[in-house]
């Protein structure tokens, strides 16, 4: 994972990206015990001369393919490491990038998403590995009650946290 940081700094250096903060399973395990995850999702903010394409997947890909790295399905092989980059496409994906959790991984720099926003995506996604995932990170996680409200109350995604926990977000329980 180490040598996958370093070349999403890069890309951020090099403005292929604007932003970037790592998602889903790796960032849960930030925050609770270890899922099963095979890959480094990457939620990225698309760098402004591409934030208008259609693909703008495309100059990220040729980059690391012109590097050396290897596609596999929707994967590019960084190191040993599959890295999914998955772009923000809507206001809470953008700003779950721009307000994640700046931490150091053996000796480099990245962004984390926050817990907060993360149990907001996997509210707004809700594939079936997202509601397993939602009920564990509830039962272990002790959210910021204030800063989870206010996201589900911004993204209108009270009803569906109170179906699937049987709380509300400014309760403990």
Sequence with gaps: MEEAIKILNQLRENSLLKDYAICEGVALVYYIEPLLTYDLD???????????????????????TDRGYQESKEHIIIGDMPVQFIPASDKLTKEAV?????????????????????????????????????????????????????????????DIFSSLTGAHPDNNG
């Design 98 to 158: 721009e307000k994640a959790r700046e931490i150091n991984y053996r000796g480099q720099n990245t962004k984390v998403i926050l817990a907060e926003y993360l149990l907001a995506i996997m509210l707004n996604t809700l594939r079936p590995k997202d509601k397993e995932r939602i009920v564990k990170f509830v039962d272990e996680y002790d959210f910021d009650r204030e800063l989870l409200s206010k996201i589900l109350n911004k993204f209108a995604l009270n």
């Design 42 to 64: 990457v939620m990225f903010i698309p760098s402004d001369k591409d934030k208008d394409r259609i693909d703008v997947l495309s100059n990220i890909y040729k980059y690391l």
